[in-house]
Protein backbone atom coordinates (compact mmCIF):
# COMPACT_ATOMS: atom_id res chain seq x y z
CA UNK A 1 0.00 0.00 0.00
CA UNK A 2 1.25 3.61 -1.08
CA UNK A 3 2.10 6.22 1.68
CA UNK A 4 -1.19 8.18 -0.31
CA UNK A 5 -3.16 5.66 -0.11
CA UNK A 6 -2.29 5.21 3.81
CA UNK A 7 -2.73 9.37 3.93
CA UNK A 8 -6.21 8.81 2.75
CA UNK A 9 -7.51 6.20 5.27
CA UNK A 10 -5.92 8.00 7.71
CA UNK A 11 -7.87 10.88 6.77
CA UNK A 12 -11.40 8.60 6.49
CA UNK A 13 -10.68 7.30 9.59
CA UNK A 14 -10.58 11.47 11.11
CA UNK A 15 -13.32 11.62 9.08
CA UNK A 16 -15.52 9.50 10.57
CA UNK A 17 -14.29 10.23 13.74
CA UNK A 18 -15.49 14.51 13.13
CA UNK A 19 -19.10 13.07 11.74
CA UNK A 20 -19.40 10.87 15.36
CA UNK A 21 -18.26 14.10 17.11
CA UNK A 22 -20.98 16.09 14.94
CA UNK A 23 -24.28 13.53 15.78
CA UNK A 24 -23.45 13.38 19.18
CA UNK A 25 -23.00 17.01 19.90
CA UNK A 26 -25.83 18.02 18.24
CA UNK A 27 -27.84 15.99 20.25
CA UNK A 28 -26.76 17.02 23.03
CA UNK A 29 -26.68 20.93 22.23
CA UNK A 30 -28.52 22.07 18.57
CA UNK A 31 -25.79 24.83 18.94
CA UNK A 32 -24.95 24.61 15.27
CA UNK A 33 -25.53 23.02 11.86
CA UNK A 34 -22.80 20.02 11.43
CA UNK A 35 -21.29 21.68 7.93
CA UNK A 36 -20.84 24.93 10.18
CA UNK A 37 -19.23 22.57 13.36
CA UNK A 38 -17.01 21.31 10.67
CA UNK A 39 -15.65 24.11 9.08
CA UNK A 40 -14.65 25.70 12.63
CA UNK A 41 -12.76 22.84 13.26
CA UNK A 42 -10.82 23.08 10.05
CA UNK A 43 -10.11 26.72 10.82
CA UNK A 44 -9.05 25.86 14.09
CA UNK A 45 -6.69 23.35 12.99
CA UNK A 46 -4.95 25.81 10.19
CA UNK A 47 -4.58 28.43 13.13
CA UNK A 48 -2.63 25.94 15.54
CA UNK A 49 -0.41 24.58 12.90
CA UNK A 50 0.85 28.40 11.33
CA UNK A 51 0.91 28.86 15.38
CA UNK A 52 2.82 25.38 15.54
CA UNK A 53 4.94 25.86 12.36
CA UNK A 54 5.61 29.53 13.08
CA UNK A 55 6.70 28.19 16.86
CA UNK A 56 4.21 30.78 18.29
CA UNK A 57 2.22 29.95 21.39
CA UNK A 58 -1.62 28.75 20.46
CA UNK A 59 -4.22 29.14 23.34
CA UNK A 60 -8.22 29.13 23.03
CA UNK A 61 -7.39 33.40 23.48
CA UNK A 62 -5.30 33.18 20.70
CA UNK A 63 -7.97 30.94 18.46
CA UNK A 64 -10.53 33.54 19.07
CA UNK A 65 -8.86 35.86 17.68
CA UNK A 66 -7.99 34.15 14.72
CA UNK A 67 -11.28 32.81 13.85
CA UNK A 68 -13.40 36.33 15.24
CA UNK A 69 -15.25 34.19 17.65
CA UNK A 70 -16.04 34.23 21.65
CA UNK A 71 -13.92 32.73 24.16
CA UNK A 72 -16.38 30.25 24.75
CA UNK A 73 -17.38 29.52 20.79
CA UNK A 74 -13.66 28.60 20.38
CA UNK A 75 -13.34 26.64 23.91
CA UNK A 76 -16.37 24.38 22.66
CA UNK A 77 -14.10 24.18 19.02
CA UNK A 78 -11.37 22.77 21.55
CA UNK A 79 -13.58 20.54 23.16
CA UNK A 80 -14.50 19.69 19.73
CA UNK A 81 -11.16 18.84 18.78
CA UNK A 82 -10.21 16.69 21.83
CA UNK A 83 -12.64 14.38 21.33
CA UNK A 84 -11.40 14.13 18.10
CA UNK A 85 -7.85 13.85 19.55
CA UNK A 86 -6.74 16.45 17.24
CA UNK A 87 -5.37 18.37 19.89
CA UNK A 88 -3.49 17.89 23.57
CA UNK A 89 -3.59 20.80 26.32
CA UNK A 90 -0.56 21.52 28.62
CA UNK A 91 -1.81 23.89 30.60
CA UNK A 92 -3.51 26.81 28.63
CA UNK A 93 -0.90 25.78 25.59
CA UNK A 94 -2.58 23.71 22.96
CA UNK A 95 -0.64 21.71 20.57
CA UNK A 96 -2.05 19.46 17.45
CA UNK A 97 -2.07 15.47 18.14
CA UNK A 98 -0.41 13.61 15.02
CA UNK A 99 -3.78 13.06 13.80
CA UNK A 100 -4.11 16.70 13.93
CA UNK A 101 -1.82 17.93 12.26
CA UNK A 102 -1.79 15.54 9.10
CA UNK A 103 -6.00 17.08 9.00
CA UNK A 104 -4.43 20.44 9.12
CA UNK A 105 -2.11 19.57 6.84
CA UNK A 106 -4.66 18.18 4.20
CA UNK A 107 -6.77 21.32 4.46
CA UNK A 108 -3.55 23.53 3.96
CA UNK A 109 -2.97 21.73 0.87
CA UNK A 110 -6.23 22.36 -0.54
CA UNK A 111 -6.55 26.12 0.12
CA UNK A 112 -2.31 26.63 -1.31
CA UNK A 113 -2.97 24.49 -4.41
CA UNK A 114 -6.52 26.13 -5.14
CA UNK A 115 -5.01 29.67 -4.50
CA UNK A 116 -1.78 28.60 -7.03
CA UNK A 117 -4.77 27.63 -9.84
CA UNK A 118 -6.70 30.71 -9.34
CA UNK A 119 -3.20 33.14 -9.68
CA UNK A 120 -2.47 31.02 -13.06
CA UNK A 121 -5.09 29.49 -14.61
CA UNK A 122 -7.85 32.20 -13.76
CA UNK A 123 -8.16 36.43 -14.01
CA UNK A 124 -9.64 36.60 -10.82
CA UNK A 125 -8.30 39.49 -8.51
CA UNK A 126 -5.47 38.87 -6.42
CA UNK A 127 -7.16 40.19 -3.24
CA UNK A 128 -9.79 37.60 -3.94
CA UNK A 129 -7.09 34.18 -4.12
CA UNK A 130 -7.34 33.75 -0.48
CA UNK A 131 -11.15 34.13 0.59
CA UNK A 132 -11.98 32.41 -2.19
CA UNK A 133 -9.64 29.17 -1.01
CA UNK A 134 -11.00 29.26 2.33
CA UNK A 135 -14.34 28.19 0.94
CA UNK A 136 -13.29 25.56 -1.68
CA UNK A 137 -10.84 24.03 1.04
CA UNK A 138 -13.90 22.52 3.15
CA UNK A 139 -15.56 21.10 -0.20
CA UNK A 140 -12.72 19.00 -1.89
CA UNK A 141 -11.88 15.23 -1.52
CA UNK A 142 -8.24 14.00 -1.33
CA UNK A 143 -9.03 12.82 -4.76
CA UNK A 144 -10.28 16.02 -6.17
CA UNK A 145 -6.96 17.34 -4.16
CA UNK A 146 -4.41 14.91 -6.07
CA UNK A 147 -6.02 15.68 -9.36
CA UNK A 148 -5.72 19.40 -9.05
CA UNK A 149 -1.94 18.90 -7.98
CA UNK A 150 -1.10 16.68 -10.72
CA UNK A 151 -2.79 19.05 -13.52
CA UNK A 152 -0.48 21.83 -12.19
CA UNK A 153 2.84 19.50 -12.08
CA UNK A 154 2.49 19.35 -8.03
CA UNK A 155 3.34 23.19 -7.37
CA UNK A 156 6.01 23.74 -4.12
CA UNK A 157 4.30 27.22 -3.50
CA UNK A 158 1.55 29.01 -3.48
CA UNK A 159 1.76 32.11 -4.80
CA UNK A 160 2.35 34.24 -1.82
CA UNK A 161 5.54 32.25 -0.95
CA UNK A 162 3.62 29.62 1.49
CA UNK A 163 4.80 26.02 0.93
CA UNK A 164 2.09 23.24 -0.50
CA UNK A 165 2.31 20.28 1.90
CA UNK A 166 2.77 17.26 -0.12
CA UNK A 167 0.30 14.75 -0.31
CA UNK A 168 2.24 12.88 2.45
CA UNK A 169 1.90 15.86 4.73
CA UNK A 170 5.24 17.17 4.66
CA UNK A 171 6.73 20.58 4.90
CA UNK A 172 10.38 22.51 4.50
CA UNK A 173 11.14 24.73 7.42
CA UNK A 174 9.77 28.43 7.67
CA UNK A 175 12.72 30.97 5.90
CA UNK A 176 13.40 34.42 6.14
CA UNK A 177 12.96 37.17 8.44
CA UNK A 178 10.38 39.56 8.72
CA UNK A 179 11.01 42.80 6.54
CA UNK A 180 11.17 45.22 9.47
CA UNK A 181 14.61 43.19 10.94
CA UNK A 182 16.22 43.94 7.81
CA UNK A 183 19.12 46.76 8.41
CA UNK A 184 19.45 49.80 6.52
CA UNK A 185 21.64 49.59 3.67
CA UNK A 186 20.64 45.80 3.09
CA UNK A 187 18.66 43.99 0.49
CA UNK A 188 16.70 40.86 1.11
CA UNK A 189 14.19 39.26 -1.73
CA UNK A 190 10.51 38.49 -0.65
CA UNK A 191 10.12 35.48 -0.16
CA UNK A 192 6.57 35.37 1.42
CA UNK A 193 3.53 37.94 1.65
CA UNK A 194 0.60 36.79 4.54
CA UNK A 195 -2.23 37.53 3.47
CA UNK A 196 -4.37 38.03 6.58
CA UNK A 197 -5.88 40.39 7.55
CA UNK A 198 -6.94 41.53 4.12
CA UNK A 199 -6.84 45.39 4.71
CA UNK A 200 -3.45 45.01 5.09
CA UNK A 201 -2.31 42.82 2.22
CA UNK A 202 -4.21 45.03 0.07
CA UNK A 203 -1.73 47.14 1.13
CA UNK A 204 1.05 44.99 -0.03
CA UNK A 205 -0.99 44.84 -3.19
CA UNK A 206 -1.23 48.56 -3.87
CA UNK A 207 2.44 48.78 -3.94
CA UNK A 208 2.87 45.95 -6.46
CA UNK A 209 4.58 43.83 -3.96
CA UNK A 210 5.20 39.85 -4.88
CA UNK A 211 7.48 36.83 -4.21
CA UNK A 212 10.70 37.49 -5.72
CA UNK A 213 10.98 40.81 -5.56
CA UNK A 214 14.69 42.35 -4.26
CA UNK A 215 14.04 45.35 -1.86
CA UNK A 216 16.35 47.80 -0.37
CA UNK A 217 15.92 49.42 3.21
CA UNK A 218 16.60 52.87 2.76
CA UNK A 219 15.06 54.29 5.93
CA UNK A 220 13.06 52.75 9.14
CA UNK A 221 11.29 55.02 11.80
CA UNK A 222 8.77 54.55 14.09
CA UNK A 223 5.81 55.50 11.73
CA UNK A 224 7.53 54.25 8.11
CA UNK A 225 10.13 51.98 6.18
CA UNK A 226 11.14 53.84 2.78
CA UNK A 227 12.26 50.84 0.50
CA UNK A 228 13.89 51.07 -3.08
CA UNK A 229 12.67 48.48 -5.70
CA UNK A 230 12.82 48.26 -9.03
CA UNK A 231 14.12 51.64 -10.04
CA UNK A 232 11.33 52.92 -7.86
CA UNK A 233 11.03 54.09 -4.00
CA UNK A 234 8.13 53.23 -2.04
CA UNK A 235 6.88 53.88 1.86
CA UNK A 236 5.05 50.82 4.34
CA UNK A 237 3.90 51.49 7.68
CA UNK A 238 5.65 49.17 10.13
CA UNK A 239 2.60 47.15 10.74
CA UNK A 240 1.96 46.30 6.91
CA UNK A 241 5.98 45.74 6.55
CA UNK A 242 5.40 43.00 9.47
CA UNK A 243 3.29 41.00 7.13
CA UNK A 244 6.64 41.26 4.27
CA UNK A 245 9.21 38.28 4.88
CA UNK A 246 12.26 38.63 3.22
CA UNK A 247 15.44 36.19 2.77
CA UNK A 248 18.09 39.23 3.60
CA UNK A 249 21.13 39.11 0.70
CA UNK A 250 24.59 39.34 1.05
CA UNK A 251 26.42 41.56 -1.34
CA UNK A 252 24.93 43.63 -4.73
CA UNK A 253 21.39 43.15 -5.29
CA UNK A 254 20.91 40.36 -8.61
CA UNK A 255 21.80 42.63 -12.30
CA UNK A 256 17.89 42.25 -12.73
CA UNK A 257 16.97 44.84 -10.02
CA UNK A 258 19.23 47.24 -11.61
CA UNK A 259 16.77 47.59 -14.37
CA UNK A 260 13.82 50.15 -14.72
CA UNK A 261 10.73 49.57 -15.75
CA UNK A 262 8.26 50.54 -18.59
CA UNK A 263 6.19 52.89 -15.97
CA UNK A 264 9.27 55.11 -15.42
CA UNK A 265 9.96 56.17 -19.16
CA UNK A 266 8.19 59.66 -20.21
CA UNK A 267 6.21 60.20 -23.43
CA UNK A 268 9.90 60.38 -25.72
CA UNK A 269 11.54 57.58 -23.95
CA UNK A 270 12.72 54.19 -25.86
CA UNK A 271 13.56 51.22 -24.06
CA UNK A 272 14.50 47.33 -24.51
CA UNK A 273 12.27 44.80 -22.76
CA UNK A 274 14.24 42.61 -20.63
CA UNK A 275 11.48 40.68 -18.82
CA UNK A 276 8.32 40.68 -17.01
CA UNK A 277 8.12 40.34 -13.18
CA UNK A 278 8.00 37.16 -11.93
CA UNK A 279 5.03 39.13 -9.73
CA UNK A 280 3.14 39.27 -13.10
CA UNK A 281 1.42 35.83 -13.41
CA UNK A 282 -1.16 33.72 -15.19
CA UNK A 283 -4.11 35.48 -17.66
CA UNK A 284 -1.66 39.01 -17.08
CA UNK A 285 1.12 37.58 -17.98
CA UNK A 286 -0.15 36.04 -21.40
CA UNK A 287 -1.66 38.85 -22.29
CA UNK A 288 1.38 41.08 -21.94
CA UNK A 289 3.41 38.35 -23.85
CA UNK A 290 0.91 38.62 -26.31
CA UNK A 291 0.85 41.93 -27.08
CA UNK A 292 4.30 41.25 -27.82
CA UNK A 293 6.53 42.62 -24.51
CA UNK A 294 8.85 39.47 -24.75
CA UNK A 295 12.62 40.22 -23.69
CA UNK A 296 14.50 42.21 -26.62
CA UNK A 297 11.43 43.81 -27.74
CA UNK A 298 11.88 48.32 -28.32
CA UNK A 299 8.93 49.96 -27.01
CA UNK A 300 8.52 53.58 -27.51
CA UNK A 301 6.57 55.68 -24.95
CA UNK A 302 4.56 57.84 -26.73
CA UNK A 303 1.64 59.81 -24.99
CA UNK A 304 -0.59 59.68 -22.02
CA UNK A 305 -3.76 60.76 -21.03
CA UNK A 306 -5.11 63.82 -19.35
CA UNK A 307 -4.76 62.12 -16.43
CA UNK A 308 -1.38 60.79 -16.72
CA UNK A 309 -2.73 56.82 -16.82
CA UNK A 310 -2.97 54.71 -18.72
CA UNK A 311 -0.33 55.54 -21.14
CA UNK A 312 -0.09 54.66 -24.67
CA UNK A 313 3.40 53.16 -26.41
CA UNK A 314 4.50 51.84 -29.83
CA UNK A 315 5.54 48.50 -29.68
CA UNK A 316 6.94 46.48 -33.15
CA UNK A 317 4.89 49.57 -35.12
CA UNK A 318 1.52 49.24 -33.32
CA UNK A 319 0.28 51.33 -30.66
CA UNK A 320 -1.06 49.76 -27.33
CA UNK A 321 -2.48 51.35 -24.00
CA UNK A 322 -1.17 50.61 -20.59
CA UNK A 323 -2.18 51.05 -17.21
CA UNK A 324 0.73 52.26 -14.79
CA UNK A 325 0.40 49.59 -12.17
CA UNK A 326 0.44 46.90 -15.88
CA UNK A 327 3.26 48.83 -17.16
CA UNK A 328 5.20 48.60 -13.85
CA UNK A 329 5.60 44.47 -14.03
CA UNK A 330 7.50 44.88 -17.61
CA UNK A 331 11.28 45.16 -16.64
CA UNK A 332 13.21 47.41 -19.49
CA UNK A 333 17.04 49.09 -20.23
CA UNK A 334 16.78 52.31 -21.80
CA UNK A 335 18.08 51.94 -25.12
CA UNK A 336 19.35 55.75 -26.30
CA UNK A 337 19.19 56.53 -30.11
CA UNK A 338 17.51 52.88 -30.64
CA UNK A 339 14.12 53.28 -32.41
CA UNK A 340 11.55 50.66 -32.53
Known amino acids: M ?32 PGRR ?15 YRDLPATIESLAGAMEVTGDQAARVVEDLEYGRLVDREGTALRLTADGRAYARRILRVHRLWERYLAEETGVDEIEWHRRAEKREHR ?28 SGELPPQRGVPLPALPRGAQGTIVHLEDEPETLYAQLVDRNLHVGMTLQMVEASPGRLRLLTEGRSLELSPVAA ?42 QRR ?23 PIAYRVRGSLIALREDQARWIRVEREGEVRP
Open 287 to 309: RLLDLGLVPGTVVAAEMSSAGGD
Open 140 to 167: MSAEETEALAARMGQPAWDPHGDPIPTA
Open 242 to 283: ANVTVLPLAGEAPSEERFETLASLAPGDVAQVVGISPGCVGP
Open 38 to 52: RVRIEDALKHLHDAE
Open 2 to 33: TSLSLLFLLLSGIALVLAAIFLLRGRRSGRAR
